[in-house]
C-alpha cells in the first residue's frame, strides 16, 4: 500500500534542506562581497589619503629675490614697497582709484589691496594683508591693505604692471656655483672676515673690526665699536642662507635715535649719494631698528668685499655723528 503521508513528508524535508543550502551559500557570498567591499574601501582611503597627502605637502618655497630702489625683496614685500613708494608719489589719489591702477585681476582673488575695514571682516586678514603700522597705507578718504599672498604664478603679472607705471624692478639670481661645494657655512663665513680684514688691511683704513658669530644663518662684524653686544653700531652682516650682505646701522632698544636719524633722511640719503632701506622692527625683535643697504651675493667672496667696502665707508662717514 502506498504511503502518500510518507512521501509527503520526504518532500518537506528535501525542501527544507535545499532552502538551508540556499541559506548557506547566500551567506557565504554575502561575506565574501562584505570582504571584497572592505578591500576596495581601504584601497580607496588608502588613495584619497595619498592624493590629499600628495597635495598638502608643502612645495619648496621658492624664494627669488628682487632688486627695487636699491633695495632687495622677496615677492611680496616687493609688492608693498612698490604700492607705498605708488602712494607716495601720488599723495592726491583715492582708494577706488588705488584699486584701478591695481587691478584686483593682478593678484587674484583677493586683490592687490584692499580697504582696511573690508579686509578686516576677513578672520585670517593679518595672514592675508600687510596690516602693521607702518604698512598701512593712509590715503585721503580712507585706509587701505596691499594683499600679501604673492607667488610664481602672480607676480609677474604685478611686475609687468608696475613696469608700465615706470619702475624698474631686477630678479636677483645667485650664483651657487660661486659657493665652495666642501665649505660649510660656518667655514664660509669665517672666510669672508678672512678676506675682509685682509682688504681692510691693504687699503690702510685703520678702524676696528669685531666679528661675532650670529645665529646659525649668519655672522656680524661690528664696525668702530669695540662691544660685540653694542646696541647701536655700524655693522656689516653675511647672511649664508639669504646669499646677501647687509651694510647697516643697528640699533636695539633706542627708538628715540632712530626717530631722529629718520628725521634726517633726506639729508643722509643725499649725503650718501643712494637710497637706504629703513627698518622699523626687526624680525626675531620689535625693538630693533635698521638702516641698510643690501648686496646679493652673485660674485666670488673676494668680489663681494671689494663690491661692499666703498658702502661701508660711506656709512662711517656719514653716520658717525649719530652712532
Known sequence: MYNIGRVVEMEYQELILDMLNRIVKLEKEDENL????????????????????????????????????????????????????????????????????FDKSLQGSIGVVEYEIIAKQRKDYQVRFFCKEDEILRLLDGNMLVCSQWGILNISNFIKRAEQLGYKIELIETNKNLRSKNM?????RDYFWKMFDEYVNQQGNEFFIS??????????????????????TICCEYK????????????????????????????????????????????????????QKQFPINKSIKEMVVEIYPYILDFIRVFENFI
Open 211 to 232: 666679528h661675532k658669530k650670529g645665529c646659525v644663518n649668519q655672522a656680524a662684524g661690528n664696525i668702530n665699536n669695540t662691544s660685540p653686544m653694542a646696541m647701536e
Open 34 to 101: 562584505r570582504k571584497e567591499k572592505s578591500i576596495c574601501y581601504k584601497e580607496s582611503e588608502s588613495t584619497v589619503t595619498h592624493e590629499v597627502m600628495t597635495e598638502e605637502r608643502p612645495q619648496q618655497r621658492d624664494k627669488t629675490r628682487y632688486m627695487f630702489n636699491g633695495n632687495i625683496y622677496l615677492k611680496n614685500k616687493l609688492v608693498l614697497a612698490v604700492v607705498k613708494d605708488y602712494v607716495l608719489k601720488n599723495q592726491a589719489i583715492t582708494c577706488s582709484e588705488l584699486k584701478t591702477v
Open 240 to 291: 649664508y642662507r639669504e646669499q646677501i650682505i647687509v651694510v647697516q646701522i643697528y640699533i636695539n632698544k633706542n627708538e628715540k635715535l632712530f626717530e631722529y636719524i629718520y628725521s634726517q633722511k633726506d639729508q643722509i640719503e643725499k649725503g650718501l649719494g643712494y637710497k637706504v632701506e629703513w627698518v622699523k622692527g626687526g624680525e626675531r625683535s620689535s625693538s630693533v631698528r635698521r638702516v
Open 184 to 188: 660649510s657655512a660656518q667655514l664660509e
